[in-house]
């Protein structure tokens, strides 16, 4: 057979192979190797050992004896009971941080003037003045006035209308709360988002700049309240998740800080015809009575096991206070009656889920909440003993403001947004849903509402993308 003809290739390898040979053969790699491989395992072999198992231990000749209780052994039980010295131990402090940085700067603390809070470019000066000579109208620039908290009168709701000129964006994102300026005088509206911004809106402004609208950033965290006392037209008071209360005093053009703490504020409120006293729902469920005149806070009652949604009092009698919260219940309260370490509540209305808001009606005969499982409730009687619910769809999921629905002009109806872009109106006469307030202008889903207390149809309506709707 011939020999088969290697390529230039094949004849280098084989050259390749052969000069590797010889040179590990002139370094004698190979036997060193056997060498090393034989006194591994020779080693090894010395090394191997094995685990001896443990000797057993001798049983023990006692017997064990199961534990056993006085009803298991057929014994009465020990009627002795705790001693009489016998305390619990302190229980811990739960309480719900505010959402910024309890290390607060000094400046966070001083008092911000309107220019070093303000977002927007324009002049500030046609907003101030406008309220300031409506206040000097109306003879209450200092605070002291004789006026009804609201008026109460039966409204025609095919009359109430949206007009184009009454829809604004005020301020960017979520709308968390709204408050109409309550002088007949004055078509002005105040609302607070999540990014702690407060935006007013002068509705019947023609010749100022922006349209009327004014935006500042006095807080850090959501705006939660937002209350003008009919008394003091000047003082705007807020309140934020931050932990701080700010009053804007129009006249001084600053926001001074009135209340601070460590603990998120979620509602805030004043009794009718008292301006100086502010309850305060902060943290897991505590109401505090913050008084101005003193700088200190006069009371402090654990009402909640968890965060308090609203904060309200019966018109005809102050000394009844109406809370909602987050865990499950709505109580009323008789503040005369409400001690220091234990307080009893008159009435305490329990939902399934959490309760977003529990209002008086403008006579204070009746009372509404508005829960999370899909309900409103209305209760009436002289201790508020009957109630009536209505089913309603609550779910606005974690993008939308909870919906809170409110007492109108007098106690015949309550309104609440829905998810369909409208305003429902409840009737407490027919125990039902009576009409639902639509308008082609009306692009977003309501969700707080503020009803003008002297103004009777005009209803100012937000929604989470910064927007105000105002019927009237």
């Known amino acids: 057979m011939a020999t088969q003809r290697l390529t230039e290739y094949e004849r280098k390898r084989i050259e390749n192979i052969k000069r590797n040979d010889e040179l590990l053969a002139s370094l004698n790699i190979k036997s060193k190797l056997a060498y090393l491989s034989a006194s591994a395992k020779r080693q090894r072999a010395e090394t191997k050992s ?9 049983r023990s000749q006692t017997p064990i004896v199961i534990r056993r209780s006085l009803r298991t052994q057929g014994k009465a039980p020990d009627s002795a009971g705790l001693k009489d010295d016998f305390t619990e131990p302190p229980k811990k402090s739960t309480t719900m941080k505010s959402q910024v940085s309890p290390n607060k700067s000094a400046r966070e603390l001083e008092p911000i003037s309107m220019r070093d809070s303000s977002v927007c470019s324009e002049s500030d000066e046609p907003l101030v003045n406008k309220i300031m000579s409506v206040c000097k109208e109306s003879g209450l620039e200092d605070g002291d006035g004789d006026r009804n908290c609201r008026v109460r009168v039966l409204i025609d709701l095919e009359a109430m209308e949206l007009a184009p000129e009454n829809v604004a964006r005020v301020v960017p994102n979520r709308i968390l709360s709204v408050k109409l300026f309550p002088s007949a005088d004055l078509k002005m509206v105040v609302v607070g988002n999540k990014f702690g911004n407060l935006g007013f809106w002068n509705v019947d402004s023609e010749n ?9 950033h006095p807080h850090p965290a959501p705006v939660s309240a937002i209350l003008i006392h009919p008394f003091s037209l000047s003082k705007v008071i807020t309140s934020c998740y931050g932990g701080r209360v700010r009053s804007l005093d129009i006249e001084k053009e600053t926001f001074g800080l009135v209340y601070s703490t460590e603990d998120a504020i979620f509602s805030m409120s004043q009794q009718h015809g008292d301006v100086n006293s502010l309850y305060i729902g902060e943290g897991y469920g505590v109401v505090s009575v913050w008084d101005e005149r003193s700088a200190r806070s006069s009371f402090s009652w654990e009402l909640h096991d968890s965060r308090i949604n609203t904060i309200d009092f019966n018109p005809e009698n102050t000394n009844m206070m109406a809370t909602s919260s987050s865990d499950g219940t709505a109580c009323i309260w008789d503040l005369r ?21 529990a209002y008086f009606s403008p006579s204070g005969g009746l009372l509404a909440t508005t829960s999370l499982d899909d309900k409103i409730g209305v209760l009436s009687g002289a201790n508020y003993e009957d109630e009536f619910m209505i089913n309603h769809n609550n779910q606005t999921g974690r993008w939308l403001s909870s919906f809170k629905g409110v007492w109108g002009w007098d106690d015949s109806y309550i309104f609440v947004g829905n998810m369909k872009r409208g305003v429902d109106v409840i009737s407490t006469e027919q125990k039902r849903l009576v009409t639902t307030l639509e308008s082609p202008h009306l692009t977003a889903i309501l969700c ?9 149809g005009m209803l100012a309506g937000t929604t989470s993308g910064g927007q105000v709707y105002i019927w009237s």
């Open 208 to 216: 100022e700049d922006g349209d009327g609208i004014y935006m500042y």
């Open 448 to 456: 707080r509402f503020d009803p003008h207390p002297f103004v009777p």
């Open 337 to 357: 009656k409400l001690g220091k370490r234990k307080p009893e509540s008159l009435k305490v209305i329990t939902r399934e889920r959490a309760v977003h808001s």
């Open 50 to 58: 094995y685990k001896l198992s443990p000797e057993k231990k001798a």
